[in-house]
């Protein structure tokens, strides 16, 4: 059973940093693309970052440009996602998903992917 989990999440002040990490566990994922999605409360779900499989693309909501950092160890199983100059915008619940298995490009979509986390809430207030 595939099963991801996320941590790393919590109250920060604005201009702080945080970094999540996601486990996944249950299969391997080296040749699928994986991602970062965000929900604020009464919104949608929205795309933050992406890595393709073994790393040789990312892609980024321009909101996470210059700002934001993926990053994925395949022998461990996880993606990370390094958030500097965090802003009260970035308030949100982010996930971690992993991409249906096909050519291993990354995506922005939502309905790409196959398996999500449950979540871990970031908090950005002073």
């Known amino acids: 059973q595939v099963q991801l989990v996320e941590t790393g999440g919590g109250l920060v002040q604005p201009g702080g940093s945080l970094r999540l990490s996601c486990a996944a566990s249950g299969g391997t994922f080296s040749n699928r693309a994986m991602g970062w999605f965000r929900q604020a409360p009464g919104k949608g779900r929205e795309f933050v970052a992406a890595i393709s499989r073994s790393a040789y693309s990312t892609g980024y909501a321009d909101s996470a440009k210059g700002r934001f950092t993926i990053s994925r160890d395949d022998a461990k199983n996880t993606v990370d996602l390094q958030m500097n100059s965090l802003k009260p915008g970035d308030t949100a619940v982010y996930f971690c998903?992993?991409?249906?298995?096909?050519?291993?490009?990354?995506?922005?979509?939502?309905?790409?992917?196959?398996?999500w986390g449950p979540g871990t809430q970031v908090t950005v207030s002073s």
């Open positions: 998903a992993v991409k249906r298995a096909d050519s291993g490009g990354y995506s922005i979509w939502p309905y790409d992917y196959e398996y």
